[in-house]
């Protein structure tokens, strides 16, 4: 089991910057990739970024060259630049472990709000 708690949300003005963090506990060494997805209401979840181990990474296009994903040891962070009203959503965690086959863990969610 993998367990991941978000932090970093809140209220930025558009052109701002926001750092959200998730903090994954229980069985990390499973944890093959790590990344951040965000929901709108009435809309389904997508993809922001995603890592691969402390590697590869992939952005949704309407983030690159924003937003920087990255991870140190059990964290995860998302380093938010050039804040979009868009950008407006609950941001979740998520990890792929293979505890033992590979399973999708997600974090409670956190809210990203740009408004001026």
């Known amino acids: 089991q993998v367990q991941l708690v978000e932090s970093g949300g809140g209220l930025v003005q558009p052109g701002g910057s926001l750092r959200l963090s998730c903090v994954a506990s229980g069985s990390i060494f499973s944890i093959s990739s790590m990344a951040w997805y965000r929901q709108v209401p009435g809309k389904e979840r997508e993809l922001v970024a995603r890592i691969i181990g402390s590697g590869p990474t992939a952005y949704a296009d309407s983030v690159k060259g924003r937003f920087t994903i990255s991870r140190d040891k059990n964290t995860v962070s998302l380093q938010m630049n050039s804040l979009k009203s868009e950008d407006t959503a609950v941001y979740y965690c998520?990890?792929?472990?293979?505890?033992?086959?590979?399973?999708?863990?997600w974090g409670q969610g956190t809210q990203v709000t740009v408004s001026s």
């Open positions: 998520n990890a792929v472990a293979f505890t033992p086959h590979p399973r999708d863990y």
